[in-house]
């Protein structure tokens, strides 16, 4: 793969990211209802997005290769899960611990980079394989991730046993990672969603309204990652957006430019919002989106925010 910037993929990331901060400043209501459902396509995006990008790994040295991501992805998590823990404890009086810190666990937003650690280390062995076993994997970890959701979904509403632990859970998330790694196999994916833009777009657009109307017709609200309609809404919300903004579309720049620096607004906005909303007491839900979309614009020079990276390259 070359190293230009798939404006596309930017543009996606710039979305999702957006996604990520309106459900975090609207938490309430209408509103807070709406996006807290609909907005749940972004994460496993991110896991997409992942996933389509991973095969470069096998373009550096495995040692060298797990050394940059522990400079770019894991200690900015770590100063930033470090930022939280203290920030918490000044604010609300929260205790946290070295384990919080290391897991994410300070704020309840950075649990997405344990997992992107787990699969940036350990699933570039698949690329080890021959083709038609490592397809197999691929297939293996999207029916065990949908089973598990599944399962997930039938537990919460009829008060079925079929987990009992809780903590780091691959499984629940790789399904999405190995999406893209398949689409990252096929070389001609960019040519072929530019050749049927519009028809992918709308496909997909009403896959992913199908996966946000389902929970409210089947009582399954509040679910968050815990149910199967997240496959519709996270493939179809992906897909839509990779295909509209395959071409020059009115705001493509804005979210490229938010896209690029994803990482840095994803490590950060949550003491963002939170202080404008809770330390400043700001009450109206648009000044808190304008002002934090506004410092990311402005205020964070090539995407980076201690030491965070978000590369987007195809």
Known sequence: MSGKRNIAVDSLKGAAIITVVFG???????????????????????FIIQGFFLKRS??????????????????????????Y??????????????????????????????????FAFLLPLLYRLPPKARHWCYWLMILSNFAVLLALELQRSYGLDFFTYTGVNPV???????????LGECGNVDYYIRQHRLKIA??????????????????????????WTLFLLAIGGTF?????????????????????????????HFLVVHFLKY???????????????????????????LGGLSRGRA
């Open 24 to 46: 975090h400043i609207f938490r309430d209501g209408l509103s807070g209802l709406m996006i807290g459902e609909f907005g749940r396509w972004c994460v496993p995006a991110f």
């Open 58 to 83: 096998m373009l550096s040295p495995l040692l060298g290769y797990s050394l940059k991501k522990i400079k770019r992805i894991y200690l900015p998590f770590l100063i930033w899960a470090m930022v």
């Open 85 to 118: 823990g203290i920030y918490f404890w000044l604010v609300d009086k929260a205790s946290f611990t070295l384990s919080d810190i290391f897991l994410g666990k300070t704020a309840v937003h950075l649990y997405f980079i344990v997992y992107y650690m787990l």
């Open 172 to 182: 629940k998330w790789w399904g999405f990672v190995a999406i893209g790694m398949v």
């Open 202 to 227: 709308f496909i997909f657009a009403g896959l992913a309204v199908l996966g946000g109307v389902l929970p409210f017709l089947t009582g399954t609200l509040g679910y968050m990652y815990n149910r």
């Open 240 to 268: 839509s957006l990779a295909a509209y903004f395959a071409r020059e579309v009115p705001g493509r720049e804005v979210l490229a430019k938010l896209g690029r620096r994803s990482f840095s607004i994803y490590l950060s």
């Open 279 to 305: 330390v400043l007491g700001i009450e109206s839900l648009l000044v808190v989106t304008i002002l934090t979309l506004a410092i990311y614009l402005i205020s964070v020079p090539r995407g980076r925010l």
